[in-house]
């Protein structure tokens, strides 16, 4: 891509980076027509769209080599790498492909099968050799392994059932008699027991709240359309719930997640059937993505006539299996022919083929500028960098390339179409949303460290947040952004819910932050990342009317000492200074708030007397040296960086953390009391004394760093709910009764960002709740 970048000549290139959309179809046709002519440009396409090149098929004999690989690690007892093995196999194994007269792809299904039942993953297993079977329904093998796996599970009828469809496929002697013995062992234990395990279904399934609220599209001068609530609306109610138009899977989780439904993948992912890239939680998340696929009747249904007809028709029922209705037009399918180019092309672009791809198998005549008016996205293009401009030229027609080669989309290969596809990239850029799962990560790899010593039960919880996917979402993009939002978004597999997390008063709008937030960066940060990352000047409340999170999150300590005011530098001072003329005396302010103090001398409300100058002490005027104050700051920070590494290393001494207390102290004099590197060194102590066991002292730190974020967020705000987790781990590991407390605020929180979903998002609300109640019982 970049040796096409630097061959363009320079006058196209400027006449590119200084387009307007109206220019579009000019600049498009200029460089489509110098790429006609462009050897190394028809090279590119063809080395990723040209099935000849495809480098993502399928493969017989990479996946027979995966497989006895896998047979050798199962044979040493690895069970793990079997497990990979297999997979992996599976991922390249064509359908059609056979092994030893069985089908490949039962055959692996099997082996791995086995695998999983070795690793006690009995419902893994169970689903495994039903797919084997679903391909190969006289496999023996399958079910008598399908029996052993509903024997593990509880299921005893059906391990019955299985084991005496087993018996009858089964041709040799030995076979059959290890069946007989298999299933007297069962009937043995039915005896015993008959209770049968009922199998928890998916929890997201039996959460079917709807919004009930509606929601009014207005036009602003300042921000374009938005979302405005017709009535008040009170904090936790769900406002919005939608399917994505299009979503992609982010290349870092492709080996991690489901590739249709983003959820975290199962040990017997099921891959596409016809590349060897997506991989899916379930068949029905790879039907939706990948389209149904005929069904294979094998010849030997025949078998089935010789099976009594209770069994015949549970026979049936299971090799039939579930026929998935497809809700949408299935977004890879045009992307699976086993060449590379949604592999290799960024995220975002592949996700812009999805849209198109769809608009072309609905609409196939259709003129596509009327299909991207009818998408009535909102779009950057003309505030993008000369690069970028660039950039999204380039990959409107090697993707529209791709897009001919890979479905014979009829395209005609113009500036207009180029334009459009521009246009597309552009809405992309403004109107995805990041989709993003809850990670748990504690403490418990680092317990080795501390061996025996009762430090060891002692961990601390904390949560992640991991970007998984891009999606775009048609109406929940018509939320604006604000850096103070009243409403929240996340995601159940596909589905994005939005919920408020404030009174929302009727007429008022409806913002969610895009990233930023007041409290997370001061103002000139948020500013600047608005603007790379979505092209606006944020007109919203946080940037334009005083707050104290943006005065104190990164402000100096008053070089006096005994003083508690605030001192700023020059880019702090600027940007408060154009909030002034929003600052009215603050009626609805506490007059004793610190903000209120702050904000009434950078007014200059106070009798004009304060000369707002970076460096100087806003409360007593003293001047501090920013230079080497910085100098300090910088190097106390290395203390602290070498805690946190050694927190992750687990190399913890006890020098590591002097040096850091140490620091700490000079942090605290140098910084403003609310600055938040103060409140992130207090953090990575509390974290180091809890692995050292010394829980009091962690419980010190950890509360002087939420003491510090109360100040920079909203107290109700999720940050809080996450900080307050890291202390309640300590109190529950302290069995201090305050941890009551902390359970009942992390659950008005979450309850309040997620609704009902609280749980689902945040598995370990149950675990919190358990504990509360063993303090109850305790007391
Ligand atoms: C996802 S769209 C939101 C809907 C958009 N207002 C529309 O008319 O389609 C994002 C765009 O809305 C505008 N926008 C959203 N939040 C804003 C804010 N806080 N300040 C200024 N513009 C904003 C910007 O133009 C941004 O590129």
């Given amino acids: 891509m970049e040796s096409l970048k630097t061959a363009i000549p320079e006058r196209l290139r400027r006449m590119i980076g200084e387009s307007t959309t109206d220019d579009l179809p000019v600049t498009c046709s200029s460089l489509h027509h110098f790429f006609l002519h462009f050897e190394p440009f028809h090279q590119l396409v063809s080395d990723l769209a040209d099935p000849k090149n495809a480098l993502c098929g399928k493969s017989e004999s990479a996946a027979l080599e995966s497989k006895q690989l896998g047979n050798q690690y199962f044979l040493k007892g690895d069970y793990m790498k079997a497990l990979n093995c297999y997979t992996k196999a599976l991922r390249v194994a064509p359908l059609e492909a056979s092994d030893l007269e069985k089908n490949l792809v039962a055959t692996l299904y099997i082996n791995r099968a086995t695998v999983l039942h070795k690793l006690d993953l009995s419902i893994e297993c169970l689903r495994d050799c039903t797919r084997a079977l679903q391909m190969c329904p006289s496999y023996a093998k399958a079910w008598y392994r399908r029996g052993k796996a509903n024997a593990s599970l509880g299921n005893n009828k059906d391990a019955i059932c299985d084991l005496n469809v087993a018996k009858s496929m089964e041709s040799s002697l030995g076979g059959k008699k290890q069946i007989e013995s298999e299933l007297k062992n069962i009937l043995d234990q039915c005896e015993r027991t008959s209770s049968v395990v009922q199998h928890k279904k998916n929890s997201l399934d039996t959460i079917g709240e709807m919004p009930q609220i509606k929601l009014q599209l207005v036009t602003m001068p300042d921000k374009g359309r938005g979302m405005v609530s017709t009535c008040d609306i009170s904090p936790s109610s769900l406002v919005h719930r939608e399917e994505p138009y299009a979503m992609i899977i982010l290349k870092q989780c492709r080996e991690t997640h489901c590739h249709y439904c983003l959820n975290d993948l199962p040990a017997d992912s099921v891959p596409c059937r016809s590349c060897s890239i997506p991989q899916y939680c379930s068949q029905q998340c790879q039907i939706q993505a990948g389209g149904q696929v005929p069904k294979i009747y094998p010849d030997d249904h025949g078998l089935l006539k010789n099976l009594p007809s209770d069994l015949g028709k549970y026979v049936a029922e299971i090799i039939l299996g579930n026929d998935f209705e497809i809700e949408d037009i299935p977004e890879h399918k045009h ?58 030229h380039i990959y409107a027609i090697v993707l529209l390339y791709c897009l001919q080669h890979s479905d014979g989309s009829v395209f005609s290969m113009d500036g207009v179409s180029v334009s459009q596809v521009i246009i597309i990239f552009s809405q992309i850029k403004v109107n995805c949303m990041t989709v993003v799962r809850m990670r748990s990560i504690d403490a418990h790899g680092l317990q080795d460290q501390f061996g025996d010593s009762p430090s060891s039960t002692y961990l601390t919880s904390n949560v992640e947040q991991v970007r998984v996917g891009k999606a775009i979402y048609k109406y929940g993009s018509l939320f604006n952004h604000s850096c103070q939002p009243n409403i929240h978004a996340y995601f159940l597999s596909r589905t994005l819910c939005i919920r408020t997390t404030k009174v929302v008063a009727a007429g008022c709008q409806l913002e969610l932050s895009y990233g930023p937030q007041v409290g997370l960066w001061e103002c000139k940060d948020r500013h ?43 880019s702090v001072v600027d940007r408060e200074k154009l909030k002034i003329k929003h600052f009215s005396g603050a009626d609805q302010v506490d007059k004793s708030d610190d903000i209120y103090q702050v904000c009434v001398r950078l007014s200059n409300q106070n009798g004009g007397s304060i000369h707002i100058q970076p460096g100087c002490c806003l409360k007593c005027g003293s001047y501090r040296d920013l230079e080497s104050t910085r100098a300090v700051i910088d190097k106390a920070w290395i203390c602290i960086k070498r805690l946190q590494d050694s927190i992750i290393s687990k190399e913890i001494s006890n020098t590591t953390i002097s040096d850091a207390l140490e620091s700490l102290c000079l942090l605290r004099s140098n910084l403003h009391a609310y600055n938040k590197r103060i409140a992130e060194a207090e953090d990575s102590l509390a974290q180091a004394f809890c692995i050292a ?65 609280a749980h689902v998002v945040f598995p370990y609300l149950q675990y919190l709740r358990k504990e509360a109640e063993n303090f109850l019982v305790k007391a």
């Fill in 335 to 392: 992307e699976c022919q086993g060449v590379h180019w949604s592999a290799v092309l960024p995220s975002e672009i592949v996700l812009a083929g999805r849209v198109l791809a769809k608009f072309l198998q609905k609409n196939a005549c259709e003129d596509i500028t009327n299909f991207v008016k009818s998408l009535e996205l909102s779009h950057c293009y003309t505030q993008l960098p000369s690069d970028s401009k660039l950039e999204l």
């Fill in 528 to 570: 600047t990342f608005l603007k790379d990352e979505y092209a606006f000047q944020c007109q919203c409340s946080g940037c334009s009317e005083f707050n104290l999170s943006d005065i104190v999150l990164n402000a100096f300590h008053c070089v006096n000492l005994n003083c508690s005011g605030t001192v700023l530098e020059s």
């Fill in 693 to 757: 066991g010394k829980l009091q002292l962690a419980m010190d730190h950890s509360k002087a760093s939420l003491l510090i974020l109360e100040k920079l967020y909203d107290p109700d705000d999720i940050v809080i709910a996450h900080e307050i987790v890291k202390l309640c781990s300590i109190q529950i590991s302290m069995g201090d009764k305050t941890a009551l407390d902390s359970i009942s605020r992390i659950c008005d929180i979450f309850s309040r960002y997620y609704g009902p979903h």
